[in-house]
């Protein structure tokens, strides 16, 4: 017997709605699939969201220059840990409520 796990990506709105923006049987890179994402939310709700709380797979130099034209805050893991990304780290443990959606669905 195989089983097969399913990979979602999903936002947050204002109100805490989670809406599933990619939902796969298949493999698919993440990282690739963030930028899409974000438009996906700008067309949607008709604005940038204002941060991304994302996993580490997201955090690549690509996705954080994207990120920097967009003007939107990046609350990843930091590439490098120091003093000045204090509030990164804050910001990146903010994605625990879409961690608990996931939760919610399984």
């Given at each position: ?33 963030l930028?899409l994402?974000?438009?996906?939310y ?65």
């Amino acid at each position: 017997m195989t089983f097969t796990r399913t990979k979602p990506n999903a936002s947050l709105t204002e109100k805490g709605l989670a809406h599933i923006g990619n939902l796969d049987w298949n493999g698919f890179n993440e990282e690739q699939d963030l930028k899409l994402q974000v438009e996906a939310y700008a067309v949607r709700l008709g604005h940038y969201p204002e941060g991304v709380h994302a996993d580490l797979i997201y955090g690549t130099r690509e996705n954080r220059t994207y990120f920097k034209e967009k003007g939107i805050r990046f609350a990843g893991n930091p590439l490098k840990e120091t003093e000045d990304n204090a509030q990164q780290l804050a910001d990146y443990r903010q994605r625990i409520p879409i961690e608990g959606k996931f939760g919610q669905g399984k």
